[in-house]
Every structure is written in C-alpha cells, then in structure tokens.
Nanobody, 115 residues
Framework: QVQLVESGGGLVQPGGSLRLSCAAS????????MGWYRQAPGKQRELVAG???????TYADSVKGRFTISSDNAKNTVYLQMNSLKPEDTAVYYC?????????WGQGTQVTVSS
C-alpha cells in the first residue's frame, strides 16, 4: 500500500516562504511524474508545478519565478519551494505521483498566506 505523506504547510505572511515535502511510503516503481496541485475554496484543483522522471519541469503561470519544484528520485520524494507568497496562494496543496497504471495522491496540506 503506497501512501504519500506531505509536510511543510502552515501560516505565513505575504512575501514569506514555505517548503513543502512529499515522500512516498511503500513500494513504488518507475514514477513518471511528480507534481503539486492546489485547491482553493470554491475553485477547481489546479496544477501548480510538475517534474518528470527526466527532470523536465512545468509551472502554472501564476507561480513562475516564485516556486521551484525538485525531486529526489532515490527517495521517492518531491519538494516545492515557495517564495514571495501571496494571499492568492492560499489553498490546500496536494502531492501527486503517477506512473504506469497508478496515480497516487497525498492527503493535502493547508497553506495560508495572511498578515
């Protein structure tokens, strides 16, 4: 049974930084894609950032230049460094890992940007 365990969310002031981590527990092989999604109240879940198994990254336009995704494939872990946070970044952030015939999600971690 694979579980994705997220950490690093919390309350931060505008302009601050947070680093999210997501580690997979259990046996997981040949991850093709790791990503972070977010969902704000009343809005659809959206892709924030993703990284493929060969290191190709993609970002939502709203976070380009502020967020950085990275991964440690040996540890099946993905990170999201979030800088210059804005109130509109407030959401529940979900980790996602997928490969051939599987698609796993974390339980979500709350990020609140407020003064």
């Amino acid at each position: 049974q694979v579980q994705l365990v997220e950490s690093g969310g919390g309350l931060v002031q505008p302009g601050g930084s947070l680093r999210l981590s997501c580690a997979a527990s259990g046996s997981i092989f040949s991850i093709n894609f790791m990503g972070w999604y977010r969902q704000a109240p009343g809005k659809q879940r959206e892709l924030v950032a993703g990284i493929t198994n060969v290191g190709v990254t993609t970002y939502a336009d709203s976070v380009k230049g502020r967020f950085t995704i990275s991964s440690d494939n040996a540890k099946n872990t993905v990170y999201l460094q979030m800088n210059s946070l804005k109130p509109e970044d407030t959401a529940v952030y979900y980790c996602n890992m997928r490969g051939y015939r599987y698609n796993y999600w974390g339980q979500g971690t709350q990020v609140t940007v407020s003064s």
